[in-house]
């Protein structure tokens, strides 16, 4: 009985809180490719926000929300009890120990497995938040060797713009303004490819999203 009452309240929580980032933000989500992508499949986005996962998991069609779940870092989402349920039991986190000294688990392993279970994933190869004047910090190599262990696996870019001015690093209070996401077209690491060619592809694929001005519309989101 407790964990259906568990389960549901998760499910409150997480509907609850992107209904929050949806009236603060009025955000939507653009395709700019009309390009089919497989699912499951990894999108992997430009990062400034605690918020960046849950615009991207807000914007998505309802049964492909279902099956998402943002990749995140296990020493923060572990650190109260507060944060636990809301990354592990509303939004279904898959937790990655960042420091090596504590990680029991392989990242990369861990994500295949959830690609093999059928879950999609919202990853941020950046590493960490983008406080810099530079528009894009270079792509760490994981995302490298997760299209490496599943090379049948689309890899959509997705640019999310304005949420940085929204909730800045180190704020709590969200500042009204418009976001909107762009989900690009999706790539597959090529056989051969190198990580840095491959690295490289998907920084100008993720870049070329910032500066789109005439998306076409998929997959539930809307045409602007």
């Known amino acids: 009985m407790r964990l259906v009452v568990r389960r549901f309240a998760a499910g ?78 509303a939004f279904r986190s898959l937790l990655i120990a960042r420091n090596g000294e504590h990680a029991d688990i392989d990242p990369i392993t861990a994500m295949a497995e959830a690609l093999d279970q059928g879950s999609s994933l919202i990853v941020f190869p950046e590493g960490t938040r983008n406080t810099t004047e530079d528009r894009l910090l270079p792509l760490k190599s994981g995302i490298f060797h997760l299209a490496e262990a599943r090379p049948d696996v689309d890899f959509v870019p997705v640019w999310i713009s304005n949420l940085n001015r929204v909730l800045p690093k180190g704020e709590f209070l969200p500042v009204p303004l418009l976001c909107v996401v762009r989900f690009g077209a999706a790539l597959r690491l090529d056989p051969g490819e190198s990580k840095a060619a491959f690295l490289e592809r998907a920084r100008d694929r993720l870049l070329a999203l910032a500066d789109e001005d005439e998306p076409v519309c998929n997959r539930g989101t809307e045409q602007s």
């Open 12 to 89: 409150f929580v997480a509907a609850l809180i992107g209904f929050l980032a949806r009236l603060i933000t009025a955000v939507r989500g653009v395709r700019h490719s009309d390009e089919a992508y497989t699912e499951p499949c990894v999108f992997y986005a430009n990062h400034a926000s605690h918020g960046d996962f849950i615009l991207i998991w807000t914007v998505l069609p309802p049964g492909l929300r279902a099956e998402t779940r943002p990749v995140a870092g296990a020493d923060y989402w572990q650190a109260s009890r507060l944060r636990r349920f809301i990354g592990v039991d």
